[in-house]
């Protein structure tokens, strides 16, 4: 099946640990709590009121990131996974960053936000693997072989 067939090279694996371990520590802020984040209730709540987004898409948000964390790390379901997140980052983009411009808010300035260039990055290693696959030491390699 397509969605699981891989490039045989090493190049996915890199990129998908990087991918995976930056979305499962966000993705564990809002649904966990970790590393200073606002746990599942927290995240829903902030969301609704400063960015209107409602909670159904919150959670859908929340768990696009967490689980589609693990999933690119471990390569499963790793195409479908990167979509999730270049979806997620599509919607970042357009309801927070793009109003503040290119470039990240390097020197924490309290009146701007970041701008885009962190998420096109993301978007950038969502494609490669949506278009490689997992790649070599990945589940999706195991059930599906290799694509070349």
Not at 11 to 31: E, M, Y
């Amino acid at each position: 099946m397509w969605l699981f067939k891989t490039n045989s090279s090493w190049a996915p694996f890199f990129a998908r640990i990087v991918l995976g371990v930056i979305f499962f520590a966000h993705g564990s802020q809002k649904v966990l709590g970790w590393f200073g984040g606002g746990g599942w209730q927290g995240t829903i709540q902030f969301f609704e009121q400063s960015l209107g987004i409602p909670p159904a898409l919150t959670t859908i948000v929340m768990l696009v990131e967490f689980l589609g964390g693990i999933a690119i790390i471990l390569g499963f379901l790793t195409r479908l996974a990167s979509l999730g997140i270049i979806l997620v980052m599509l919607g970042a983009i357009y309801k927070v960053h793009l109003a503040h411009g290119f470039f990240l808010n390097f020197a924490c300035a309290p009146d701007r936000g970041h701008g885009i260039e962190y998420n096109l990055a993301l978007i950038g290693l969502s494609l490669s693997l949506l278009i490689w696959g997992g790649g070599k030491l990945s589940v999706d390699q195991l059930l599906g072989g290799k694509d070349q």
